[in-house]
């Protein structure tokens, strides 16, 4: 960590925040690093507040895979992707200086629709209907007819995305070591007509995952990446699959994943 000593601060714009963000840069540059005003000029980009925050830090700067994210709770709590807290600045910046970090790899997936350009998700992606009503799709597996699903959406998620949105309609929690996505049904209708596997499960890296959406009436679909909501009309297909791309964070090395799992739901 001796090479990188530029910071970028991510956070809200709301007073409260912005007072605890100028303690921040007042703290950093005492302990020799330099605050940037521009995430382009950062090698360490920091998020101010709580996992929602993160996950806005990582899509507004891009998704970088030549810096390192890190996560300041402010909440009072650590969360999935905070392993910092605000009001103990100064054993994170000790734990930094002395090597007592370890860097991990968190998997990200990327998501195409019909022709738009890729774009990439750290927690996950569903795919729901507008209006009250079921979305019906047939899913496909590299390139292969899986189910037809008929129901109120889909998750695909990541490995830490696994403990959010996927977890509270009974999805796996799944390691972040293993290089993998999963698929978890919201509500599936299942009949004579309708046929799907009723259970969540997971895909392989090297999985493509294709969504292809029913005519009459599904292609004005709610889309959402992480925390934001994707407005593409007339949807056909959408492709999932891991990325080649990682966020890398720093981590205090007593704090892995699953000590997150203990501390976050039991």
Not at 17 to 29: F, G, P, S, Y
Request: hydrophobic share 35%; aromatic share 10%; charged share 25%.
């Amino acid at each position: 960590m001796a090479d990188r000593k530029n910071i970028f601060i991510y956070s809200k714009n709301d007073s409260d925040t912005l007072e605890k963000k100028d303690i921040l840069i007042e703290t950093i540059r005492r302990y020799g690093f330099t605050p940037v005003e521009r995430h382009e000029d950062a090698s360490i980009i920091v998020s101010l507040g709580a996992d929602g925050t993160f996950l806005q830090a990582v899509r507004k700067t891009g998704f970088r895979q030549d810096c390192l994210y890190a996560g300041i709770s402010t909440t009072g709590l650590l969360n999935m992707y905070c392993d910092f807290h605000y009001h103990d600045l100064h054993t994170m910046i000790e734990a930094v200086q002395s090597s007592q970090i370890e860097v991990r790899r968190y998997p990200v997936i990327e998501v195409t629709v019909d022709e738009n350009p890729a774009f990439y998700c750290l927690n996950e992606f569903s795919i729901r209907s507008n209006i009250i009503k079921t979305i019906v799709m047939d899913v496909a597996i590299d390139g292969s007819h899986f189910e037809t699903f008929r129901g109120d959406g889909m998750i695909m998620a990541t490995p830490t995305g696994s403990t959010a949105y996927n977890k509270s309609v009974n999805g796996s929690v799944v390691d972040p070591l293993l290089p993998c996505f999963q698929v978890t049904e919201l509500a599936s209708v299942n009949s004579n007509q309708y046929r799907t596997l009723g259970s969540s499960f997971i895909l392989s890296g090297n999985r493509k995952l294709q969504l292809k959406l029913a005519e009459f009436g599904n292609d004005y679909p709610t889309m959402g990446m992480d925390n934001e909501a994707l407005s593409v009309q007339h949807v056909d297909l959408v492709t999932i699959g891991l990325s080649d791309r990682v966020v890398k964070t720093v981590k205090l090395k007593d704090n892995s994943f699953w000590h997150k799992v203990r501390r976050t739901f039991l």
